[in-house]
Structure formats: C-alpha cells, structure tokens
T-cell receptor
Framework: RKEVEQDPGPFNVPEGATVAFNCTYS??????FFWYRQDCRKEPKLLMS???SGNEDGRFTAQLNRASQYISLLIRDSKLSDSATYLC??????????????FGPGTSLSVIP | DAGVIQSPRHEVTEMGQEVTLRCKPI?????LFWYRQTMMRGLELLIY????????DSGMPEDRFSAKMPNASFSTLKIQPSEPRDSAVYFC??????????FGPGTRLTVT
C-alpha cells in the first residue's frame, strides 16, 4: 500500500459546483497534514494546512479523520482559476530519525465554464 | 525574498552526458529537498539535507545520481551519465523547522 493515496481524477466540474477530494494515509502515527496546489507546469504551493478540528479558508474547507486515516478538501463555488492538481501531503511522525513529508500523487481538477 | 532559485530552467542533453542542476534555497532555511516529478511516478523525494548534511538519500535512483550541499546557500544535483529515463522536472524546495516547504520553479530535463 502506498503511504499516501489519492483519486487521480480528473474531476471535471462546472463553475459554481462543489467538489470534494479525499486522501488516505497509511501511517497512523502521522502528525501533520497539508494540501498543496500545483498549476500546470508550475511548482507546488501550499494551499492550506489541515488541523484536527477542521479548518476553513474562504471557499476551501479541510478536514482530518484520524480514525479512518483520511483527509478531505472541499471546494465550494468552484472558479475557473481553481483548475489545478491538488496534492495531499503527510508529515512523517516526529519520533522517526528524520523529518520527512510525503506527497500524494495528486488529484486533477478542471473547472469548466 | 527571491524565493528558491533553480538553474537552469530547461536542459536538453544527449544520453551519456553529465547534467548538473543547481539550487539556491531561501535564506535562513535549514532544510533543502530535491524532488523529481514525472507523469508516471508523480512527485518523488530524492534526497534532503538538514544544515547542509544529507539526511535521507534513499530516494536517489542509483549511483548515477549524486547531490551536494557545500554551504547553506547552494546545492547541486548531478546525473552522470544521463539516460532518457531521467527526463523529468526536478524541483528543489527549502524550509525552516516546523514551517511549510517552498518550491523552486523546477528544472525541466530532457535527455535524448
């Protein structure tokens, strides 16, 4: 099983739609979680961190379910500019010998006019 | 802040040639990462440094790949000899302890 798994998509949604991405991770001791966004032919950039209690940033809501070991990202009122690949990122447990983040394969989103 | 700087942005070379990719991390960041991204394998961590010391190089594909960080402001990733299957986008990223990673714009490598 891969350490971080995502549905690759693509998700094709109309403008204004609500879309949700899920991500699962294998290491139950993982401590930190993030969503990154990567535009076509660009570098990944941090979209938001994921907190245990869930967090919201404008149209974006991130949630963590530790019991099921999954993270979700909800985008409301999709815009054309939301078209990108969304990468789920999990940070290795702090008690390991090194500090490492693991990127999921990404989910592709296309918002259609 | 200029962000993470990588050079060259594009590199086209012939199989068997040596390729050197360069990275300047954000000043003050003590972690530096080298990633490779392909359609088939996604974003893969190759190696990372902490305070200029290589910590985990388990992602380096084989002996043809080597990375150095002679000082806090410079790192190189070298491929010798290069092969067509090395064609990918290579990203450098840096961060400070407990904070997010910032990626450079990447080097798009094509080996013919």
């Amino acid at each position: 099983r891969k350490e971080v798994e995502q549905d690759p998509g693509p998700f094709n949604v109309p403008e204004g739609a609500t879309v949700a991405f899920n991500c699962t991770y294998s290491n139950s001791a993982s401590q930190s979680f993030f969503w990154y966004r990567q535009d076509c032919r660009k570098e990944p950039k941090l979209l938001m961190s994921v907190y245990s209690s869930g967090n919201e940033d404008g149209r974006f809501t991130a949630q963590l379910n530790r019991a099921s070991q999954y993270i979700s990202l909800l985008i409301r009122d999709s815009k054309l500019s939301d078209s990108a690949t969304y990468l789920c990122v999990v940070k290795a447990p702090r008690k390991t010998s090194y500090d490492k983040v693991i990127f999921g394969p990404g989910t592709s989103l296309s918002v259609i006019p | 802040d200029a962000g993470v700087i990588q050079s060259p942005r594009h590199e086209v070379t012939e199989m068997g040639q040596e390729v050197t990719l360069r990275c300047k991390p954000i000043s003050g960041h003590d972690y530096l990462f080298w990633y490779r991204q392909t359609m088939m394998r996604g974003l893969e961590l190759l190696i990372y440094f902490n305070n200029n010391v290589p910590i985990d190089d388990s992602g380096m594909p084989e002996d043809r790949f080597s990375a150095k960080m002679p000082n806090a402001s410079f790192s190189t990733l070298k491929i010798q000899p290069s092969e067509p299957r090395d064609s990918a986008v290579y990203f450098c990223a840096s961060r400070s302890q407990g904070h997010e990673q910032y990626f450079g714009p990447g080097t798009r490598l094509t080996v013919t």
